[in-house]
């Protein structure tokens, strides 16, 4: 990056983190430092909640994802809208009016302790370790650009966030957050801009997404009913629906989030705004990917993204093999590029015959550069058996970093920082929540001072911040960051909606039913999951059903046995 690059990375991240310490300065109690003494606008609900989810995953692999595979993670989203009306008419008013600085507290009042330390401890797992994929995220942005390791930029962004997370809390957190995304939609709306421009002549925007659609990049909605396929418009208005009322009714990361609004109605608009803004944002990042798919039609691509882990096989000794495949790679996309350049005329002139030709013989080109990549990361397995072979994560970054002005290039990174920053300040503050909250002053300490708390609380952000920095290290084995993550969320997600499903409206069954049913579901999702029956959106249903069908039945046999020993 050039010097002017740098000054804007640094600048912004400075100005952010300093701005929400300034903001959440004189935080003196437990309150002000998990909630926010809950006197936050609907707007700062709103975006708080979506830059929680908002991720630098988010802005690394959905790009990527796009890149590679098309428009269709979009429909990940559709369950969304529905799950945020279902929330501000059930969830946000129980939480508001019990006044808890958890969603689980409410559990212990509606069923027992046991109900809420596993509901606590369900969440502790699944957010840390999914904290550590967003730690990850922008420590690739460094590694890329200073050609060092990721363990070491990993180890640099988690202290950062560990840091201001730590002094400010809630407050610093949804500051930073405000700003963040003000930053982050403007950003994105320039680079998509200026992909258009670096476009030949011949071709401008429509004329792109014509180009991607013959290659199939551009299909967004899958109306087929397939268990295994990842994302058809099916999975996610069923299996989003679930995944996404789970993870904003019982998701302390984001319950937190608009529990810091100033009344009821204040947290309702900041979610039902969120929930109209995220399918066109999301849909809006995925596009990007594909207009940079286009753009290397016609320029030449790296044949691998990770200019990290290419630059270790090129010192290996399977060089000579590596330039081989550089070679037949480079013949595939002359011969490509001519192939787009008669795609790009026959839509000139509408020629569907030869349209159809030129997108089976892309297809066809596709293909063999897939083959060849595939014979890459095969090499860079035999040369190292930790080698990070996935590289969707870095196909944005790589364009951002090649081809953007001077200037835009640190304040896209910038952006990606930021985004990673908010959630993992989110996360972070959310941990430290839930463990003083559900266990520490429910378990251990249970007449502590407000002081004493707030020093806990503290403490536990810097715990739970070298969990994630210890998950963090182990990402890159994951693949792309922004399935692994909802991979992860969906084998718990399922089982703690169920018992805040049966906490709501199923008011005859006790907590002993609820605990064991909880139980027997999250071994049977495990179970599904490990042996892949269904894509990985169904888990979260499946929890869900079972955890309410299972907790019914518990509760009608023990009712039963009850009747026979009185009546024995």
């Given at each position: 990056m050039s010097t002017i690059d740098w000054f804007v990375l640094v600048f912004t991240l400075l100005a952010i983190v300093l701005y929400g310490v300034y903001k959440s300065r004189g935080t003196k109690n437990i309150e002000g430092y998990l909630l926010g003494n809950q006197s936050l606008p609907w707007y700062h609900v709103c975006l708080s909640v979506m830059a929680t989810q908002a991720s630098a995953i988010t802005f690394l692999s959905a790009p990527g994802l796009a890149y590679s595979s098309g428009m269709g993670f979009v429909q990940f989203y559709f369950g969304?809208?529905?799950?945020?009306?279902?929330?501000?008419?059930?969830?946000?008013?129980?939480?508001?009016?019990?006044?808890?600085?958890?969603?689980?507290?409410?559990?212990?009042?509606?069923?027992?302790?046991?109900?809420?330390?596993?509901?606590?401890?369900?969440?502790?797992?699944?957010?840390?370790?999914?904290?550590?994929?967003?730690?990850?995220?922008?420590?690739?942005?460094?590694?890329?650009?200073?050609?060092?390791?990721?363990?070491?930029?990993?180890?640099?962004?988690?202290?950062?966030?560990?840091?201001?997370?730590?002094?400010?809390?809630?407050?610093?957190?949804?500051?930073?957050?405000?700003?963040?995304?003000?930053?982050?939609?403007?950003?994105?709306?320039?680079?998509?801009?200026?992909?258009?421009?670096?476009?030949?002549?011949?071709?401008?925007?429509?004329?792109?997404?014509?180009?991607?659609?013959?290659?199939?990049?551009?299909?967004?909605?899958?109306?087929?009913?397939?268990?295994?396929?990842?994302?058809?418009?099916?999975?996610?208005?069923?299996?989003?629906?679930?995944?996404?009322?789970?993870?904003?009714?019982?998701?302390?990361?984001?319950?937190?989030?608009?529990?810091?609004?100033?009344?009821?109605g204040?947290?309702?608009?900041?979610?039902?705004?969120?929930?109209?803004?995220?399918?066109?944002?999301?849909?809006?990042?995925?596009?990007?990917?594909?207009?940079?798919?286009?753009?290397?039609?016609?320029?030449?691509?790296?044949?691998?993204?990770?200019?990290?882990?290419?630059?270790?096989?090129?010192?290996?000794?399977?060089?000579?093999?590596?330039?081989?495949?550089?070679?037949?790679?480079?013949?595939?996309f002359d011969f490509k590029e001519q192939q787009v350049q008669l795609l790009n005329q026959a839509l000139d002139g509408n020629d569907e015959v030869i349209i159809n030709q030129q997108r089976i013989a892309l297809q066809s080109a596709d293909k063999e550069i897939k083959r060849i990549r595939g014979e890459i990361t095969e090499l860079m397995k035999k040369n190292d058996s930790d080698a990070e072979v996935n590289d969707n994560n870095y196909i944005f970054l790589n364009f951002v970093t090649t081809y953007m002005p001077k200037g835009l290039i640190g304040l896209l990174i910038a952006i990606i920082f930021l985004a990673s920053m908010g959630s993992t300040a989110s996360a972070l503050n959310s941990l430290a929540s839930t463990s003083v909250v559900d266990i520490y002053k429910r378990l251990i300490n249970t007449e502590g001072s407000e002081d004493r708390y707030l020093r806990v609380s503290r403490l536990f952000t810097v715990v739970w911040g070298l969990v994630c920095i210890g998950m963090a290290l182990y990402a890159s084995k994951l693949g792309n960051l922004i399935e692994a993550v909802n991979i992860l969320g969906s084998y718990i997600y399922g089982t703690i909606l169920g018992v805040f499903l049966v906490a709501f409206f199923l008011k005859r069954i006790g907590g002993r039913a609820v605990f064991f049913a909880a139980i027997l579901a999250e071994i049977i999702v495990c179970l599904c999951g490990y042996f892949q029956v269904v894509a990985y959106l169904w888990l979260n249903v499946i929890g869900c059903l079972l955890v309410v069908v299972l907790a019914w039945l518990l509760q009608l046999f023990n009712k039963k046995a009850a009747d026979i020993s009185t009546s024995g």
């Open positions: 969304l809208p529905l799950a945020m009306i279902i929330l501000c008419v059930a969830f946000v008013p129980v939480f508001h009016r019990l006044k808890v600085y958890t969603a689980y507290e409410y559990l212990e009042q509606r069923f027992d302790l046991r109900t809420r330390a596993l509901t606590a401890f369900l969440f502790l797992i699944q957010r840390g370790l999914s904290t550590g994929i967003t730690i990850y995220a922008p420590s690739i942005i460094l590694s890329t650009i200073l050609n060092i390791d990721t363990t070491y930029t990993t180890l640099f962004i988690g202290g950062l966030v560990i840091c201001y997370t730590v002094y400010g809390g809630t407050k610093a957190v949804s500051y930073t957050q405000l700003l963040q995304m003000s930053i982050i939609f403007s950003g994105l709306f320039i680079a998509g801009v200026i992909v258009v421009q670096l476009y030949p002549p011949t071709v401008g925007f429509t004329r792109a997404i014509d180009i991607a659609g013959k290659m199939g990049r551009t299909e967004a909605i899958d109306f087929s009913f397939d268990w295994n396929n990842q994302y058809t418009l099916w999975s996610g208005l069923i299996g989003g629906f679930f995944l996404q009322l789970s993870y904003f009714g019982t998701d302390q990361s984001q319950v937190g989030r608009y529990l810091t609004g100033a009344s009821v204040q947290s309702r608009l900041g979610l039902l705004m969120n929930g109209l803004v995220k399918i066109p944002m999301q849909f809006l990042i995925l596009l990007i990917g594909v207009l940079v798919f286009t753009f290397y039609q016609f320029e030449k691509p790296p044949i691998f993204f990770n200019k990290v882990e290419l630059a270790k096989l090129e010192k290996s000794r399977f060089e000579p093999e590596l330039r081989q495949l550089q070679d037949d790679f480079s013949k595939v």
